[in-house]
């Protein structure tokens, strides 16, 4: 046994920007033996899902924070070893883990004082409790458009004097309440809110109706709630303040992918067999992208206060799909100008499968100066992606189709042919990037794709 | 306009037919010399020939096998039984050879079956039944059921136009006792479209037949009590309007069905299901069902009464709706 001082485990810092974490499971239950690097819990924050490994060796002495709850940074989440390592058993009378949730709170002092009051707690007691929260007979029996109704207008129907078999609320009932203008338990949010003139002097200013967000209110009938996940919420937030801080623009190009295709047709057994890693189009773009790039260092630039600023490498982010759909992460491969073709397929194939895997390192999904998504996997061909704060662009590509196409013949006369062709989305911040430099960066890189120069990437 | 019973609306339809299309012809125990049991055919041997009114002999099974053969060689057969009842016998030549020969051979079967249906005169249990759930069971026949003079001129002629077999369920309670305005002219009914019999608010009724008017005394003994009623007369139950039905009970939210064949497996269920599938939410209360119980219809006329759905059973169905 261990006999080393108490190591405290604190929830760590995963990435400049991450300022909390949620703890989703620990992998260590408490008088548990762990040993230093050994997995110890699972935490997520807005930027990655991941494990966190032991600091020492000893016994798991103390968790002091549960599986659901969100702490700041540095908060210490449990303690190994120390003086309660030797004795595990007393440490859980001492000190009963706290409950997860509100709700099982109330259970167990419900619980404990049941035990405390009453010697036999009879279910004569429980009954009328019970009885209690049903307000009056019949009451409490809401009808499918009295409910529908009462969620659309946003009234709870038990404030509704009902006049319907054993005082029921009845759809008329529920019309002529909304119609008297009695003041509804709460305004439907999702109305849309009426930008009614108001000519009236500002001195007495109207209530503005948009303004409480909504109360999580009980499920109406067919809807159910399901908790946001602290990437969703991450992610909705991320989105909302790119969308407030960049004037989002998109270009669009549409490329011949005839030679990139072939290309790749002749590179796949051998990329697949000695590397075990496909020569997608993506990478083909990722590859022209970065060597575009180099020329538009504003496009792989940022705004920072008064200044502009570019940079002499392309750290590309590649918008990754997680969870079915329900999530995303942007791992980052780093000094992307560097890498050749192969380079880039191994990069993209690494962090791509280590972020559907949970591996990714704090670190690898930031620092990012340009952004490719890549939705052209579901058929999309075209779209108006969000760019990645603090980029100033973001670059989108989609599917492949086979499309008719007029190209030129030997003779120099046009003629319809069959050609792949993808289109490129460039989504870019405009108080950066103006549509003429966006444009030129299209061209540009259309220009690589098409004309794939094999000795050069 | 002239003012027709129900009886000489159908017989206005079936002449138009005769007169317009030589194709049509009518077969039936007899409906040519006698004028049909119930003198829908009076004096059409005499206007058309005994070729074009043929009476038959008492057999349910060569009258529609006849037909069937007839409309596939390109005639416009209408077909009489003398009762409903009886359509039983030509259950196989209906619902084998007739329903499926367009869906087997490609080849359209014209014919129009009529069916004086419906009790409330102590007709007993071979003279009074409702069988139209029975084949609107049947994919590829249509079932019509009108309820007023107007449309019964207007079905038939539908029904003789239609490339189906169409059974016409007139009712025979209606024949004499309800009239009419009813256009001259020709013109038609469409199939599967319903008919606001009246206008209301409250509670929606669904019905069709002679049960049209028992809601309609119903609603009107409502409208005292300040609830109004809404009406729809079906008109067809197969094809059968299923929006018109769901645009009623989601205004009213409250819908009744009403019918005057047995209630298992009648029509009516399959009505208040698709309202309680397609119109949920908009439901304030259970759909409720009318119909006669499941039993043979009986003789004796106080027995029928209790048997066939009456103005007070409607009531006091609306009622409880209403207080619902």
């Known amino acids: ?457 | 306009m002239a003012e027709l019973t129900y009886l000489q609306a159908i017989s206005d339809g079936l002449r138009t037919e005769m007169r317009r299309d030589k194709r049509v012809f009518v077969i039936g125990e007899d409906v040519g010399v006698y004028g049909g049991a119930f003198k829908v055919t009076l004096g059409f041997q005499e206007e058309f020939g005994h070729w074009r009114v043929m009476d038959a002999p008492l057999a349910e099974t060569a009258i529609v096998g006849a037909c069937t053969g007839a409309a596939i060689m390109g005639m416009r057969p209408v077909a009489e039984m003398q009762f409903a009842d009886f359509i039983s016998c030509a259950w196989d030549h209906l619902v084998t050879v007739a329903a499926k020969q367009r869906y087997r051979a490609g080849t359209p079967v014209p014919i129009t079956v009529r069916l004086p249906s419906g009790g409330g005169f102590s007709g007993g249990p071979f003279h009074s039944q409702n069988p139209e759930s029975s084949f609107a069971h049947i994919p590829g026949l249509k079932c019509v059921c009108p309820a007023t003079p107007e449309d019964a001129k207007g079905l038939l002629i539908s029904a003789i136009q239609d490339p189906n077999p169409v059974l016409y369920f007139e009712h025979k309670h209606l024949y004499r006792r309800i009239k009419g305005e009813v256009p001259e002219e020709r013109y038609t009914v469409p199939i599967g479209k319903a008919r606001t019999h009246r206008e209301g608010d409250d509670l929606s009724v669904i019905t069709w037949g002679a049960m049209v008017y028992t809601a309609t005394e119903a609603a009107e003994q409502l409208e005292s009590d300040g609830v109004s009623v809404e009406i729809l007369d079906l008109r067809s139950v197969m094809p059968w309007d299923k929006a018109a039905v769901l645009e009623s009970v989601r205004k009213t939210s409250k819908a009744l069905v009403l019918h005057e064949d047995t209630r298992t497996g009648g029509f009516g269920a399959e009505i208040a299901a698709t309202i309680a599938e397609e119109a949920f939410e908009e439901l304030d209360a259970p759909v409720k069902r009318i119909a006669a119980p499941d039993t043979p219809v009986p003789f004796s006329p106080p027995l029928e009464k209790a048997f066939i759905p009456q103005v007070d059973d409607v009531v006091a169905g609306l009622r409880e709706l209403a207080e619902y």
Request: some cysteine.
């Open chain 1, 1 to 457: 046994m261990a006999t080393t001082e108490a190591i405290d485990v604190v929830m760590p810092q995963m990435g400049v920007s991450v300022s909390e974490g949620t703890i989703t499971k620990w992998l260590k239950q408490q008088g548990e033996q762990v040993e230093a690097d050994e997995p110890l819990l699972e935490i997520s924050t807005d930027k990655v899902d991941t494990e966190v490994p032991s600091p020492g060796s000893g016994v798991l002495s103390q968790i002091l924070v549960e599986e659901g709850q969100t702490v700041e940074v540095g908060t210490k989440l449990a303690v190994i070893g120390g003086d309660g390592a030797g004795a595990a058993a007393p440490t859980e009378e001492e000190a009963p883990p706290e409950p997860a949730t509100q709700a099982a709170a109330d259970e167990s002092m419900a619980a404990a004082s049941e035990g405390v009051g009453d010697v036999a707690p009879s279910t004569q007691e429980q009954q009328p409790q019970q009885a209690q929260q049903q307000p009056q007979n019949g009451k409490t029996f809401v009808s499918p458009v009295v409910a529908k109704i009462a969620s659309e207008h946003g009234v709870d129907p038990s404030q509704v004097q009902g006049t319907g078999r054993g005082g029921r609320v009845t759809k008329k009932d529920i019309l002529n309440f909304i119609e008297s203008g009695a003041q509804p338990a709460q305004v439907a949010p999702a109305a849309p809110a009426q930008p009614e003139a108001q000519p009236q002097a500002p001195a007495a200013p109207a209530p503005k109706a948009a303004a409480p967000p909504p109360a999580p209110s009980a499920a109406q009938p067919g809807e159910t709630f399901e908790p946001m996940t602290a990437m969703r919420k991450g992610i909705a937030e991320h989105m909302r303040c790119s969308l407030d801080t960049s004037a989002h623009v998109t270009s669009a190009i549409e490329v011949d992918m005839s030679r990139v295709s072939a290309i790749r047709g002749k590179l796949k057994k051998e990329y697949q067999q000695s590397y075990g890693v496909n020569p997608t189009y993506l990478i083909f773009v990722a590859r022209a992208a970065a060597e575009t790039l180099r020329e538009y260092p504003w496009i792989n630039g940022e705004i920072r206060g008064d200044q502009i600023v570019t940079r002499s490498y392309v750290n590309l982010g590649f918008a990754v799909e997680l969870q079915d759909g329900k999530g995303l992460i942007v791992p980052v491969v780093k000094n992307a100008e560097t890498l050749n073709l192969l380079g880039m397929a191994k990069a993209v194939t690494d962090i791509a499968q280590r972020a559907r895997y949970k591996k990714l390192l704090p670190d690898e999904v930031q620092g990012g100066t340009f952004t490719i998504m890549n939705p052209g996997g579901y058929g999309t061909f075209h779209g108006t992606p969000v760019i990645s704060q603090p980029q100033a662009a973001i670059l989108g590509t989609y599917a492949v189709v086979k499309r008719p196409w007029v190209v030129q013949d030997e003779l120099g006369e046009d003629v319809i042919a069959i050609r792949p062709v993808m289109n490129l989305t460039l989504t870019y911040d405009h108080r950066l990037v103006d549509g003429a430099l966006a444009g030129r960066f299209l061209r540009d890189l259309r220009e690589k794709l098409e004309n794939w120069d094999e000795s050069a990437y």
